[in-house]
């Protein structure tokens, strides 16, 4: 059961083409509850970070002068969450940045809570992260548990975590297996090599 003990997982770059990382929140999830297993960094890119992108998540080049390199927190990150499943709102970008970083990094499947939440609510106006977080009322929860808002990593994640178990708790556990699979992104790429 893919969703039973899952990691959830989001960054934040630097507005670079590619982005950089400049910020990676983890979080432990155990039968859709947090295992109080958390990680954060901050992560000093090689190039600054964009203007347009610190208005979005606030961060600047001064917050992270001091921050570890990539390369530097890599065994951690992969020594949490290598072999396991991950979690991530479009979490295409999470695997296409932590990958790009860390290339021997091998999540086992990546649960992607927009494709969740597209399937299991259909017809809603918007599924971004901040809008589906308004619309089931999980925004406030993310921020009391974070002490921060939207695009900060570690608020994400927590916002990730709590849209996950509001979308899988009301089914039972065929209805979760079968659902996850169907948001496993790594799985529909695998079936495609078949």
Not at 127 to 146: I, K
């Amino acid at each position: 059961m893919m969703w039973e003990k899952a990691w959830v997982v989001d960054v934040e770059g630097n507005g670079a083409t590619p982005p950089e990382i400049v910020e990676i929140a983890l979080m432990e999830l155990v039968d859709l509850q947090p295992s109080g297993r958390t990680f954060h960094w901050l992560v000093k890119p090689e190039k600054p970070i964009s203007a347009a992108v610190t208005r979005i998540h606030g961060l600047t080049d001064s917050d992270v002068e001091n921050a570890p390199s990539i390369d530097d927190i890599a065994e951690d990150i992969v020594r949490w969450t290598d072999g396991t499943v991950i979690i991530g709102h479009n979490a295409r970008v999470e695997l296409d940045a932590i990958g790009r970083s860390i290339p021997e990094w091998k999540p086992t499947a990546a649960i992607d809570t927009l494709k969740l939440a597209r399937a299991l609510r259909p017809g809603l106006d918007s599924y971004s992260l901040e809008n589906l977080g308004a619309a089931f009322d999980l925004t406030a929860e993310a921020a009391r548990q974070t002490g921060l808002k939207h695009h900060s990593a570690q608020f994400d994640v927590a916002l990730t975590a709590l849209l996950f178990a509001f979308l899988l708790a009301p089914l039972d556990r065929e209805g979760r297996d079968v659902r996850s699979r169907e948001a496993d992104i790594l799985f529909k790429a695998q079936e495609s090599f078949l």
